[in-house]
């Protein structure tokens, strides 16, 4: 039995017509309040996929300057938009360990993307490979570059998508979040450290591959240390995934840009083999040393035409 004086006019008016209780009335109310908010928080993490996908576009439009920009200035510029938004968006939940995650995002894009200006500016072998990219570039079709351009915009999210997914989601920290930091920094240290080892070479002598340094271990030691580093951010994310979707878009973006980097590195074999292919010395370089991952007998991987050259 109902006590008396509890709202009298919703219960006369219940019990005349054999409605529920107000007991019910209200579960019923609080259930559709919590549905909405569900709804409102899904809206708002959808909403938000969308604004990290427009700061990578924002980023990497320098490309329609150059095209291949797109892939190369472009990239480290929206890497380091993308982490930059992270943590003005996240920073009054974010730990110690997310904080050093996406700092190394932010300075790992700004370096390349200065590197990779400075190398086009400065570098007059590098510029020779590029003048045909950049009249290539001069006669595309714009709807070709805006089909590159989206492309790589929604590539660059999906390849930070594991971090954000763990920001988003709120997640603890945990030793998968430390582990992913750690190699993210082993894979920036080695790109950096073949970066400086290749210009040091080239110093000496410009016509010559580089086979010293970390070249003597792999001849494509950035794009390792590129592989790591998205390991690692693909890691950091692993324990906060929740749902089919995210576990989908983490792992299609560390599978697309793997499979970028065995492209750069089959154009790369191409072009090196047609430079210094009548060489004895880079033929026994090539017999001897796996191109991008060590101590596996992957020699070359120009014959794989599904990797795009």
């Known amino acids: 039995m109902q006590k008396a004086g509890f709202f009298p006019a919703v219960n006369r008016v219940r019990a005349m017509t054999g409605e529920e209780k107000p007991a019910e009335f209200i579960r019923k109310n609080m259930f559709c309040c919590e549905k909405k908010r569900s709804l409102s928080e899904k809206a708002r993490k959808e909403m938000s996929y969308w604004i990290v996908f427009l700061v990578s576009m924002a980023a990497c439009s320098v490309g329609f300057r150059m095209y291949i920009w797109f892939f190369s200035v472009g990239f480290g510029l929206a890497i380091s938009a993308i982490s930059a938004a992270l943590m003005i968006?996240?920073?009054?939940?974010?730990?110690?360990?997310?904080?050093?995650a996406c700092l190394l995002l932010f300075f790992y894009g700004l370096r390349l993307s200065g590197y990779l200006f400075l190398r086009e500016r400065k570098s007059a072998a590098y510029r020779t490979v590029l003048n045909?990219?950049?009249?290539?570039?001069?006669?595309?079709p714009m709807i070709a570059k805006v089909s590159i351009w989206v492309?790589?915009?929604f590539l660059y999210t999906l390849m930070t998508i594991p971090l954000y997914f763990r920001l988003e989601n709120h997640a603890a920290p945990d030793p998968a979040l430390w582990i992913g930091v750690v190699i993210m920094?082993?894979?920036?240290?080695?790109?950096?450290?073949?970066?400086?080892?290749?210009?040091?070479?080239k110093k000496k002598n410009s016509r010559r591959f580089v086979d010293t340094g970390l070249y003597g271990v792999v001849r494509c030691p950035n794009y390792l240390g590129e592989l790591l580093l998205w390991l690692g951010v693909f890691?950091?994310?692993?324990?906060?995934?929740?749902?089919v979707w995210q576990w989908v878009l983490?792992?299609?973006?560390?599978?697309?840009?793997?499979?970028?980097?065995?492209s750069g590195a089959r154009r790369l074999e191409i072009r090196q083999d047609r430079n210094y292919g009548s060489d004895p010395a880079y033929q026994e370089y090539v017999r001897t040393v796996p191109i991008i991952i060590p101590f596996i007998p992957l020699y070359s991987v120009k014959k794989y035409k599904f990797l795009v050259a």
């Open 89 to 100: 968006a996240y920073h009054g939940s974010m730990g110690a360990a997310e904080w050093i």
């Open 132 to 140: 045909p990219e950049m009249e290539r570039s001069k006669k595309m």
């Open 151 to 153: 492309s790589c915009g």
């Open 185 to 201: 920094a082993a894979g920036i240290l080695l790109e950096l450290v073949a970066d400086m080892q290749k210009s040091a070479a």
């Open 235 to 243: 890691i950091t994310g692993i324990p906060a995934l929740r749902g």
């Open 250 to 262: 983490a792992i299609l973006g560390f599978v697309l840009i793997t499979w970028v980097m065995f």
